[in-house]
């Protein structure tokens, strides 16, 4: 499921996406190809957080390989010349580096590092490596840690962000000493993959600071808080003139009782009170100012009149304005947004997700995945990334008459990008549906890409994949969808072959063409994979995204069975061997699913919810007024009990596997897999529930690697027992 965080602590919108071709290393004369494994993961290496120098000459990336032997994922910063003529080189050593940023003039290089101290991992902290030579310095030791360094324009200052209180800097036996019971007052106090159990802490929210950059045999400088109180500043960006600090931050102190939203602020340097320069009814997220910082293009989502469940993201443009509520103009009219504050909706009349979304379970696990908007040097366009049917490529907008114009096309996903100062180059990381995303160089002029790295190649040559088969089907209401078939390789058409269906979470969210391990996997144990994305998908439009609103679970599941009806129509799946498998909103339609039919003889409902009453009291989110229902569940228990799958356990004949992570806050076992599982234990079903301790909803992308490779272990496992007859013991 997706959520918001919104006990003040205000995230920016959510992005999945990505582009690109890859060219494998073939393998060696006479090698024959192998099927991929679960244990390639450990092979896998992902680029992640791409930066560009602002000449244009070089791109600072992290480097992210899974630890076999300790169980963890080791970063580090790597570089490589933008032209391609040389290799890519590691200039980082440590185990747990990242978030590279380039000085201004390009001679130093910012980034986060954290160490083991006695066995424990020790808060990061901001270290600057001098290109032309010598050792990382570390320029901060601040209590709690310091993240997302941010240069100012004449690289003598750096901003960021951290949780410590301007206290935590006096000497320790000088420190209040700090009570470990929590004084729960907000309604959202947890949140997925946060903190200890979850539990935000109100009292400490991520906060600026700025610390000056010493020179190399100069002492290192106190850092200095910028900001303070109860409420969160996230994505911090200087002025070009140097003299303000930007950020997003939703500073309504009754934030939980309304829809989603955040504003753009602005801090002066010296400190005092935030200014709010730019506001939408809804949340803004990704944002860049113009080069003469008299405008900000950023990514916004409108909350709808009345509220929505899904807000398809738009691209708008604004003066930098000062204190003002400032309305959207949902016409997409610009004519005064240069002069009147209005934030003006360039893409209203593109009817895709503005830097939208696609799922997969190979983004880097660690690791930032910038895409902010992008102006042009003369200010009269911005390139953004957008989902349109299942694929993400970069589009130029107008910003005079919101035109949108492709820079890159065909079946890839752009994952990430930075452009250098001039808005002529970007690194990007670019994926498909066989490989794993390498770093290119766009050209935005001449649209053509240049590959610069190549981590999967040796690896990806001895692997035997299949290439996806794209098709459209017709749903109960005529409506068109869209899905994708995955074969086994050595695809024989007079077989029958036993079949798994795939049920995307989100729900607003959409499968494409982004590398998959686990349908790999699945495709290379002999199965036919179906993976598709029914009515409230993302990157389908507003009304395609916002149709499931109060119905949900409902007639997305009737397009999940249609999908399944056309793919039997082509005579290669066994229909008596048929399995059902999702995750998050996935894990809720494989429930309501098997309550449904009977027809699948075998289900795996990873991180689930089977009562929505107990949902809205536990999950990490609270939507009192918007979302998938209209009132409370006590105000109306019946509409919770009819789209819940644990009213209709009875009709449950399916074997079913329950996945879940032991501190899951987004979809808590509590409301999900635990009760089906106890109620199907009592009715003497055949069921069994794997619990991952440490683990969150994030099992599946960024969970430790063993975890990832025993997930994928027991949901074919499972699917082997039931619909390959094959033993299975532990099960029983």
């Not at 006990?7 to 690109?20: D, E, F, M, N, Q």
């Not at 790999?520 to 439009?541: D, E, K």
Request: charged share 20%; proline share 7%.
């Amino acid at each position: 499921m997706t959520g918001g965080n919104r006990a003040k602590h205000t995230s920016s919108l959510i992005r999945l996406v990505a582009i690109g071709a890859f060219c494998l290393v073939l393998p060696a004369a006479g090698q024959q190809k192998r099927p991929i494994t679960d244990r390639d993961l450990f092979g896998f290496v992902w680029v992640a957080d791409p930066q560009i120098s602002a000449d244009g000459s070089q791109v600072a990336f992290v480097r992210v390989t899974a630890n076999e032997k300790t169980d963890a994922y080791d970063t580090d910063i790597w570089v490589v010349p933008a032209d391609g003529r040389e290799a890519a080189r590691q200039l980082t050593r440590g185990t747990a580096d990242s978030a590279p940023r380039w000085s201004p003039d390009g001679r130093q290089l910012a980034f986060v590092r954290s160490v083991q101290r006695d066995g424990r991992q020790q808060p990061p902290q901001l270290f600057v490596l001098a290109l032309g030579g010598g050792e990382p310095r570390q320029i901060t030791d601040i209590p709690r840690g310091a993240s997302n360094p941010a240069w100012s324009p004449d690289g003598r200052t750096i901003a960021f962000t951290s949780t410590a209180r301007a206290e935590d800097l006096a000497p320790k036996q000088e420190r209040p000493r700090e009570s470990d019971v929590r004084v729960i007052i907000d309604p959202v106090y947890r949140a997925n993959a946060v903190g200890d159990w979850g539990y935000i802490d109100p009292d400490r929210p991520p906060h600026i600071w700025t610390v000056s950059v010493p020179e190399p045999s100069g002492s290192t400088a106190a850092p200095r808080p910028l900001t303070s109180g109860t409420f969160t500043e996230a994505n911090v960006q200087w002025s070009p003139d140097g003299k303000q600090l930007y950020f997003v931050s939703n500073r309504d102190k009754e934030m939980s009782y309304r829809p989603d939203d955040a504003d753009l602020y602005s801090v002066a340097v010296g400190g005092g009170e935030p200014v709010r320069r730019v506001s939408i009814d809804g949340q803004i997220g990704d944002y860049t100012l113009s080069p003469d910082g008299t405008r900000v293009a950023f990514i916004g989502a409108l909350t709808g009149t009345p509220p929505r469940s899904y807000s398809q993201p738009d691209l708008f443009v604004a003066a930098v304005a000062s204190e003002v509520r400032l309305k959207a103009d949902t016409t997409g009219t610009l004519s005064k947004a240069d002069t009147t504050g209005t934030a003006g909706n360039l893409t209203a009349a593109y009817d895709f997700d503005a830097d939208g979304a696609l799922a997969g379970d190979q983004r880097s696990p660690r690791g930032g995945s910038p895409s902010a908007p992008i102006w042009s040097r003369d200010g009269s366009s911005i390139l953004i990334k957008t989902g349109e049917h299942g694929a993400a490529n970069m589009k130029r907008v107008d910003v005079a008459t919101g035109k949108v114009d492709a820079v890159t096309s065909g079946n890839q996903e752009v994952m990430a990008y930075t452009a250098d100062a001039r808005g002529e180059h970007f690194a990007v990381v670019l994926s498909t549906q066989t490989a794993i995303g390498d770093l290119h160089l766009l050209n935005a002029g001449t649209r053509v890409t240049k590959r610069l790295t190549s981590f999967n190649d040796r690896l990806f040559g001895q692997l035997q994949l299949s290439e996806p088969e794209e098709i459209t089907y017709a749903s109960f209401d005529g409506r068109k969808m869209e899905g994708w078939i995955l074969k086994p390789p050595g695809f024989d058409t007079s077989r029958k072959y036993p079949f798994i269906l795939q049920i995307h979470g989100g729900p607003h969210a959409a499968y494409g063409h982004t590398f998959m391990h686990e349908f790999q996997w699945m495709a290379a144990q002999g199965y036919v994979v179906l993976f598709t994305n029914p009515r409230g998908s993302s990157n389908y439009g507003q009304e395609f995204g916002n149709i499931i609103q109060f119905k949900y679970p409902g007639d997305d599941y009737k397009d999940l069975m249609a999908g399944v009806d056309a793919l039997l129509k082509r005579g290669y799946v066994d229909e008596a061997r048929m399995g059902v498998t999702g995750g998050s909103g996935g894990g809720l339609l494989t429930n309501w699913v098997v309550t449904q039919t009977n027809r699948f003889k075998a289900a795996v409902s990873q991180r689930d919810i089977s009562d929505w009453t107990g949902f809205w009291y536990t999950a990490d989110f609270w939507t009192p007024n918007v979302s998938w229902f209209v009132k409370a569940p006590f105000e109306d228990p019946q509409e919770y009990a009819l789209r819940s799958p644990i009213t209709y356990v009875r009709n449950i004949q399916t074997p079913i596997m329950f996945i879940l992570g032991d501190e899951d806050w987004r979809t808590p076992p509590s409301a999900g897999g635990e009760q089906l599982f106890r109620a199907l234990k009592y009715l003497k079903r055949p069921t069994v529930m794997i619990r991952f301790p440490d683990e969150t909803h994030d099992l599946s992308r960024s969970g430790k690697p063993w975890h990832r490779v025993e997930r994928l272990q027991h949901i074919v496992g499972w699917m082997d027992k039931h619909l390959l007859g094959k033993n299975a013991s532990k099960y029983e």
